[in-house]
Structure formats: C-alpha cells, structure tokens
Nanobody, 132 residues
Framework: QVQLVESGGGSVQAGESLRLSCAASEYTIDASRCMAWFRQAPGKEREGVGTIYTGDDSTYYADSVKGRFTISQDNAKDTMYLQMNSLKPDDTAMYYC????????????????????????WGQGTQVTVSS
C-alpha cells in the first residue's frame, strides 16, 4: 500500500530556510508521476503550494511562494522535496505531500489535478512554524 511520509518541519525565524521531504513507499517516482505540496494553517482552508510532474520535472507554484519555494525529486530515493527559503510568518502551517495514482501524461494535466486537489494519496503532514 502506498505511503507518503513527510519530514523536515520545525520552528524557524522569519528569513530562514527549511527543506521538507516526502518519502514514498510502494510508489516509484521515476515515472510520469504527479505529486504536490499543500499546506493548511489553523482556521484556514487547505492551500496548494506547488506541484511537480516527474515526467519532465516541470513545476508550478502558488503566487504566494513563487520565487521562494522550490520543489524537486530524487527518483533514486523515491523522495520529493520542498525547499523553502525566505520564510515568513504567513508560511506557518501543516504541510502535506500528495501523489496521484497512476501516471500523468503532461505537466498541464498535473497542474489541473493540483488545482482540483484530487490526489489519491496523502501524507500525515509536518508542522512548519515561522516566528517574526
């Protein structure tokens, strides 16, 4: 059964960096997969952070994180990453990774899935807290 396990969260000061990891089991990343990061702050709706289509490593980001966050993947480790730089207090949230069952045919298809939030597998989340 597919499992996604996030790690790397923590408490940092504004302006600092963190790198989150999402380790997948029973789910190989070295294929045309669609994976993503989401976050949810207390009292707020879940927000898409960004997505990666592993077929060509194309990525897409929410405007709120564009230029500061970077998604990457290491298919040898079946792990996706979220590098977060210049963190702000507004980035405080529980961060979740997600993956779509099967294979996607393009980055645009992956972005549609991300926009709809219709991923099949979700991790348990890792907390990121940014203080000013």
């Amino acid at each position: 059964q597919v499992q996604l396990v996030e790690s790397g969260g923590g408490s940092v000061q504004a302006g600092e960096s963190l790198r989150l990891s999402c380790a997948a089991s029973e789910y190989t990343i070295d294929a045309s997969r669609c994976m993503a990061w989401f976050r949810q702050a207390p009292g707020k709706e879940r927000e898409g952070v960004g997505t990666i289509y592993t077929g060509d490593d194309s990525t897409y980001y929410a405007d709120s994180v564009k230029g500061r966050f970077t998604i990457s993947q290491d298919n040898a480790k079946d792990t996706m990453y979220l590098q977060m730089n210049s963190l702000k207090p507004d980035d405080t949230a529980m961060y979740y990774c997600a993956a779509k069952r099967g294979f996607s045919d393009s980055g645009s298809s992956c972005r549609s899935t991300w926009a709809d939030g219709t991923f099949d597998y979700w991790g348990q989340g890792t907390q990121v807290t940014v203080s000013s």
